[in-house]
């Protein structure tokens, strides 16, 4: 896992729901309920954005065909049998930062960096 800083203009956003990308790695970053949340953003029931869903009771919606998923574990709802990867959060002095997983070949490269 590596930790990314959050650019701070993406917390101005109105919207409950924007996809972003850092490092390579597209996610939903979600405002619900004053808290903050990072998810997939590709639904796995047929593929929809998740970012063009919205939230309820602590669950984004896919805006498609209206799957639900739990926003700290990912578990879809009842009988939907599937779940949506999430990312955790951590706020720090300078910002909110975002734990996002490193390829094997990103690894490699960082590794070779450091030489």
Request: hydrophobic content about 35%.
């Given at each position: 896992?590596?930790?990314?800083?959050?650019?701070?203009?993406?917390?101005?956003?109105?919207k409950e729901?924007q996809?972003?990308?850092?490092?390579?790695?597209?996610?939903?970053?979600i405002?619900?309920?004053?808290?903050?949340?990072?998810?997939?953003?590709?639904?796995?029931?047929?593929?929809?954005?998740?970012?063009?869903g919205?939230?309820?009771?602590?669950?984004?919606?896919?805006?498609?065909?209206?799957?639900?998923?739990?926003?700290?574990?990912?578990?879809?709802?009842?009988?939907?049998?599937?779940?949506?990867?999430?990312?955790?959060?951590?706020?720090?002095?300078?910002?909110?930062?975002?734990?996002?997983?490193q390829?094997?070949?990103?690894?490699?490269?960082?590794f070779f960096k450091?030489?």
């Amino acid at each position: 896992m590596k930790w990314l800083r959050i650019p701070e203009q993406t917390f101005s956003s109105e919207k409950e729901v924007q996809q972003l990308k850092l490092s390579g790695t597209k996610f939903c970053l979600i405002h619900h309920q004053g808290h903050w949340y990072a998810t997939a953003t590709r639904c796995p029931h047929a593929g929809a954005n998740l970012a063009y869903g919205w939230c309820e009771k602590g669950e984004i919606i896919c805006p498609y065909h209206r799957h639900r998923f739990n926003l700290i574990n990912g578990k879809g709802a009842e009988g939907q049998n599937n779940y949506i990867r999430t990312y955790r959060l951590q706020q720090r002095e300078d910002g909110i930062y975002i734990a996002l997983p490193q390829s094997l070949f990103r690894k490699i490269l960082d590794f070779f960096k450091l030489l």
